[in-house]
């Protein structure tokens, strides 16, 4: 049973940075790409960064590119999202997602989500 528990979300200025990390359980983590996404209220889920399973590409979304950075520690079966120079706009909730295979495309399995909330 595939498990995802994001952490580090919170309250923080505009400007200022959060690290969200994502922990995994269920399945081999090297094995799948994953990726961040967000929502806001009233709004639909978009996608926010990606990595593929041995971590050498990343996406982004244009909104997020030159601002945050996602990595994975495959050791440890964590994903991580650095987020700095945060605006309220990026004020929403955040879920890791593992996907269906080693590349970007479907994503299988969701966590609960975590709050980021940047006061302006």
């Known amino acids: 049973q595939v498990q995802l528990v994001e952490s580090g979300g919170g309250l923080v200025q505009a400007g200022g940075s959060l690290r969200l990390s994502c922990a995994a359980s269920?399945?081999?983590?090297?094995?799948?790409?994953m990726g961040w996404f967000r929502q806001a209220p009233g709004k639909e889920r978009e996608f926010v960064s990606g990595i593929t399973a041995s971590g050498d590409t990343t996406y982004y979304a244009d909104s997020a590119k030159a601002r945050f950075t996602i990595s994975r520690d495959n050791t440890k079966n964590t994903l991580s999202l650095q987020m700095n120079n945060l605006k309220p706009e990026d004020t929403a909730v955040y879920y890791c997602a593992q996907g269906s295979g080693p590349f970007l495309s479907r994503y299988e399995y969701w966590g609960p989500g975590t709050q980021v909330t940047v006061s302006s």
């Open positions: 269920g399945r081999t983590f090297s094995a799948y790409a």
